[in-house]
């Protein structure tokens, strides 16, 4: 399947993204594995990748066109959007999250990687 697909590289990523949080979540759960970075910045940093990935997916299915590739613009409405909700109004409405800077700055970056990753041939 991933033969047929445009952007093997950019599917790649996905894919080791996938496995890395798996792994990371299992250190979690099976051996008690705690370390900040990890568990919060890592997946804020995976989030934007796997989610306009799935959203690029949707595109082309809705348009029947691969080609289409999303811009800088909608990808980095996406950064703000998760940023918005996720660091600033979530926080607002539950102890049980954090606004953080950082957060921001790793969906930033993941926004950025997913960019690149898209224009690459």
Request: include cysteine.
């Amino acid at each position: 399947m991933i033969r047929r697909l445009p952007l093997k590289g950019l599917h790649l990523y996905v894919l080791l993204s996938l496995a890395v949080f798996l792994y990371v979540q299992s250190l979690k759960y099976f051996f008690g594995i705690r370390s900040n970075w990890i568990f919060h910045h890592l997946n804020d940093f995976l989030t934007i990748p796997l989610v306009a990935t799935v959203c690029l997916h949707g595109v082309w299915l809705v348009k029947k066109d691969k080609s289409i590739r999303l811009n800088i613009f909608t990808i980095f409405s996406l950064v703000a959007l998760f940023s918005i909700f996720f660091e600033y109004y979530l926080p607002q409405q539950s102890h049980r999250y954090t606004g953080d800077i950082w957060d921001v700055l790793c969906y930033f970056l993941g926004g950025t990687a997913f960019y690149l990753l898209q224009k690459i041939r």
